[in-house]
T-cell receptor
Framework: DAGVTQSPTHLIKTRGQQVTLRCSPK?????VSWYQQALGQGPQFIFQ???????QRGNFPDRFSGHQFPNYSSELNVNALLLGDSALYLC??????????????FGPGTRLTVT | RKEVEQDPGPFNVPEGATVAFNCTYSNSASQSFFWYRQDCRKEPKLLMSVYSSGNEDGRFTAQLNRASQYISLLIRDSKLSDSATYLCVVIPGGGSNYKLTFGKGTLLTVNP
């Protein structure tokens, strides 16, 4: 049973460029969340997708956008990259929560460096 | 005030020591609480959920105090393999039921 997979593993981009990161959820999971983790910080919630729609969004600018496909995989797009966007981008999947407590499974992340 | 605040650390302890991590959260409507573990340059992984009555999993004990909005994690008989960053995590509730809100993390190094 494959866990959450992300691609690419590492990426180097220049300021002003655009980037697309990809995520495939764990088998049986239909919800995908994206997090940004800067060095020395905890992950920060970007947004969550469920049924191909953005269900909840964190405090990130519109330069950050996403998409979920019918097979539940997801993309994170970042436009007009800034140096401060350099971080580890984590994708997490989960089944639709049936109660208050549920686990999100994280992928290995994509390390983005903006120069 | 930050949504989730943790002991800044780092903690350096010898093998066999007992170590405790503390965490506070700001949203009294928060419903779900977790401790995640993150190894260096790896993804976070769930260590344990935290229940109102407190819960234990082997050498690990988690406690929740809703009145004080305080969460703790106790590790007994520390092993070298416990070296990692420990992240306190809260689901805020009140309309934000789907996102995990992480603390900054506390780095633990267990020394031989």
């Amino acid at each position: 049973d494959a866990g959450v997979t992300q691609s690419p593993t590492h990426l180097i981009k220049t300021r002003g460029q655009q980037v697309t990161l990809r995520c495939s959820p764990k088998s049986g999971h239909d919800t995908v969340s994206w997090y940004q983790q800067a060095l020395g910080q905890g992950p920060q919630f970007i947004f969550q997708y469920y049924e191909e729609e953005e269900r909840q969004r964190g405090n990130f600018p519109d330069r950050f956008s996403g998409h979920q496909f019918p097979n539940y995989s997801s993309e994170l797009n970042v436009n007009a990259l800034l140096l401060g966007d350099s971080a580890l981008y984590l994708c997490a999947s989960s089944p639709e929560p049936t109660g208050w407590a549920y686990e999100q499974y994280f992928g290995p992340g994509t390390r983005l460096t903006v120069t | 005030r930050k949504e989730v605040e943790q002991d800044p650390g780092p903690f350096n302890v010898p093998e066999g020591a007992t170590v405790a991590f503390n965490c506070t959260y700001s949203n009294s409507a928060s419903q779900s609480f977790f401790w995640y573990r993150q190894d260096c340059r790896k993804e976070p992984k769930l260590l344990m959920s935290v229940y109102s009555s407190g819960n234990e999993d082997g050498r690990f004990t988690a406690q929740l105090n809703r009145a004080s909005q305080y969460i703790s994690l106790l590790i007994r008989d520390s092993k070298l393999s416990d070296s990692a960053t420990y992240l306190c995590v809260v689901i805020p509730g009140g309309g934000s039921n789907y996102k995990l809100t992480f603390g900054k993390g506390t780095l633990l190094t267990v020394n031989p």
